[in-house]
């Protein structure tokens, strides 16, 4: 009884596990995302970013969390905004993939690009990107 109840406390704040309250979790991330690196919080924008993330923007170096981390660490507020459409979610149990568009505005002129995401939920139960691709930027 007693390691019963000890693991019922322990797992006490892991959100629920169904793909359309998970969906809405990593909307919801996608969106404060936006909001705070718009908002100039790059640390707070950095916590979406899994440990052993890995990215990929066409002609550039791999992305890891440690280039995330330091980026946001020496970011300074700047012109650049994004937006951001949501294509697709798919959740199967601890592994989302998100298909979307982002549009960067701020620079000398617009710049649309669609990327792709493997989220994972992590042992608190968050779900945070592990891998991400960006297509080449669009008209």
């Known amino acids: 009884m007693r390691i019963a109840l000890l693991l019922l ?7 629920p596990r169904d793909a ?3 969906e809405a979790r ?3 991330r996608l969106s404060k995302w936006v909001e705070q690196f718009n908002g100039g919080d790059c640390l707070g924008a950095a916590t979406i970013w899994a440990p052993d993330l890995i990215g990929v923007i066409p002609g550039g170096p791999d992305d890891t969390y440690e280039r ?3 980026g946001a660490r020496s970011a300074k507020p700047g012109p650049v905004k994004f937006e951001l ?3 697709e979610i798919m959740v199967d149990g601890d592994t989302a993939v998100v298909r979307d568009t982002w549009r960067q505005l701020g ?5 649309t690009f669609r990327s792709f995401e493997v989220w994972r939920r992590q042992p608190d139960g968050e779900w945070k990107i592990a891998r991400w691709i960006d297509a080449a930027p669009g008209p």
């Open 9 to 15: 406390v322990a797992c006490a704040h892991v959100p």
């Open 20 to 22: 359309v309250s998970d």
């Open 26 to 28: 990593i909307r919801a």
């Open 68 to 70: 995330e981390q330091q």
């Open 85 to 87: 459409r949501i294509d």
């Open 107 to 111: 620079g000398p002129k617009v710049v």
